[in-house]
């Protein structure tokens, strides 16, 4: 038999812990579910320390409505978790639970906000799955190490025994730590989330492609570090070994430079959040400045930048092919040179190059200075042309 009441306490206690754990384990990285909060007793039961309490009472008066809470909504309430709605179903015999219309749950450190959240128990009082439907909000936060995730989308799915989730429409997340100079953007169409792998994805959506974006806020070491935009079809985060791929026309952009390839991937540092080393895979181009202004341009079918050595590596699959090709024009020169290899590696903050394997080099001349005009004295003491084979330290 269907009921459309408010509901009492022990049924409260079931959808109320089940919809906590659909609002925080879906989307924290690693998380347990809970099925009952702790320290809570059985309906009907005095928790430990309630002292001439009675736990199956009736929940405490709702405060004043808020100027935008108009409308009186059901309210429960089991220990720290409080659900909000305009209208409460239950199913007693098929253990379901509908919370409709403004349905806003705060349960500890997480918070939940939906026009529509269904639960539905096993008999163990254990969750099955939770649904949760239009302009879906999510917040975690971890007052411990000060971090937070809030997410938004239409639509979210939460299966509790396979511990994933799946979010729909729009998906957009921030994450908020003191390690970053400004909260960590992750967006596209849809994302599923795996738990128990500590594995993510995120996907493109008609429109437009996946992004992850990042703002290291730095050290004393490194104050500025540069943000990075991660963009594919596809992005797939291993939160075990704290390592994003993208797919899919995927592009790595930072001020300084852009990576292009079949496949990027990087690695992050868990104090930092800074990016340690970056590889692309097939059909590599990069394009940069260095540090001393040297614009540089280089293809080849793989690629590694080492951030600790500030080092860029373009290699060819086949150890025999001088597939890869560069250009490299310093600040005091008009055209670029030209390099060829096996393996190219270039120092972004020093300008150091070095060429392995079938190397080639062309260093284009200079342009011949003009002949002075007639009856004009040519200047004494300029400038000495520059040797261009010289300091370039092209070859090592």
Not at 309 to 330: F, G, P, Q, R
Not at 366 to 394: I, L, M, R, V
């Amino acid at each position: 038999m269907k009921n459309n009441i408010r509901i009492g306490r022990s049924s409260a206690a079931l959808a109320a812990a089940g919809l906590a754990v659909a609002a925080a384990v879906a989307l924290v990285s690693g998380a347990q579910a809970e099925k009952d909060p702790a320290g809570q007793a059985p309906a009907g039961k005095k928790a430990p320390g309630e002292k001439g309490k009675d736990a199956g009472a009736k929940p405490a008066a709702k405060p004043a409505a808020k100027p935008e809470d108009a409308t009186d909504r059901q309210v429960l309430a089991f220990g720290d978790t409080v659900v909000k709605a305009e209208n409460i179903d239950y199913d007693s015999e098929k253990r379901n639970y509908v919370f409709t219309e403004r349905v806003d749950l705060v349960a500890r450190n997480n918070h939940l906000t939906a026009d529509k959240i269904t639960v539905q128990m096993l008999p163990s009082n254990a969750i099955q799955w939770a649904k949760c439907e239009g302009h879906v909000f999510i917040e975690k936060k971890n007052p411990e190490d000060k971090t937070a995730l809030q997410a938004t989308c239409r639509k979210l799915d939460y299966f509790d025994p396979e511990q994933k989730a799946k979010l729909t429409g729009g998906v957009v997340l921030h994450q908020i730590s003191p390690r970053l100079a400004r909260p960590a953007l992750i967006s596209g169409d849809h994302a599923d989330l795996d738990m128990k792998a500590k594995k993510h994805t995120i996907y493109r959506g008609s429109d437009a492609q996946a992004r992850a974006h990042l703002e290291p806020k730095g050290t004393e070491m490194e104050p500025n570090p540069e943000p990075a935009d991660l963009v594919g079809d596809r992005i797939d985060q291993d939160e075990a070994n704290a390592e994003y791929i993208a797919t899919g026309n995927p592009l790595m952009i930072r001020p300084s430079s852009r990576l292009r390839g079949k496949v990027i991937r990087f690695n992050v540092d868990s104090k930092t959040n800074e990016i340690t080393v970056a590889h692309a895979d097939e059909d590599v181009v990069f394009d940069g400045q260095g540090e001393r202004g040297s614009v540089v341009h280089a293809t080849g079918d793989k690629a590694q930048f080492r951030r600790a050595e500030n080092e860029l590596t373009m290699e060819s699959i086949d150890k025999k092919a001088a597939n890869v090709h560069a250009t490299v024009k310093d600040p005091d020169e008009e055209k670029p040179q030209v390099y060829q290899a096996n393996k190219f590696i270039y120092n972004t903050k020093t300008g150091y190059r070095r060429l392995i394997g079938g190397a080639k080099v062309v260093i284009p001349e200079k342009p011949k200075k003009s002949a002075p005009a007639a009856g004009t004295p040519a200047a004494e003491g300029g400038e000495q042309k520059k040797d261009a084979g010289t300091g370039n330290e092209t070859k090592k």
